[in-house]
Structure formats: C-alpha cells, structure tokens
C-alpha cells in the first residue's frame, strides 16, 4: 500500500454511490508491471479488491493484466457479496486506468 514516486502509470477510479476510491501506482519496465502499490478510500471489500488487484498484476505483462475482469478479482478473494461487487470493478478499472496513462506518458 502506499504512493510510488517512481510510477510511469497511475489509475483513479471511483464509485459516486459509495465513495470508495481506489489509485493504483503501476511501474511498467519493458512491457511488465515490474512493481505496483495503491491508495484506498473505502469499505473493507475495496481494500482487500485493491490488495488482490496488486497481487494478480504483479509481474504480468501489460497485456496479461488488461486481461483481469472484477469477475477475476472477486474470484481471488473468494468471492464477494453482491452489494460489494462495486469493489472488484474499481479494481479493474483502476488496471485499464493505470495502463492508459502508462501508454500515454510513454508517447509524451
């Protein structure tokens, strides 16, 4: 858990019914996640969601972790109650988010 001064790729998404929020940190070598971390403002299920997002890319190539659905997250985590599925999807699209502004501060 934590920031990462040295991420080339950082994705926030939010969910405007709960207010969970969730920034994920990626650091992307030679088109691997080599090290990932994440902030979260939120529910139990959004921090154990951002805890198995980071576990699940580590080490994936960009391509691996684009991959990765809530269905995948919520999977890892031996599954969620419904009324906490919001969580997982933060999770995922805090992956899409990270990757895209990865790949365009790479074009920068």
Known sequence: AGERADA???????DPDCGDTMQLFIRVED???????FKIRGCVAALA???VTTVLIKGKTI????K???????????G???QKMHCSVLG???????VADYRH???A
């Open 8 to 14: 080339n790729g950082v994705g926030l998404p939010g």
């Open 31 to 37: 088109d691997i996640i080599k090290d990932v971390s």
């Open 49 to 51: 969601s951002a805890s």
């Open 63 to 66: 391509a691996e972790a684009l």
């Open 68 to 78: 990765i659905t809530n269905l995948d997250i919520a999977a890892a985590l031996g």
């Open 80 to 82: 969620l109650p419904e």
């Open 92 to 98: 995922e699209q805090a992956i899409r988010k990270a």
């Open 105 to 107: 501060n790479c074009r």
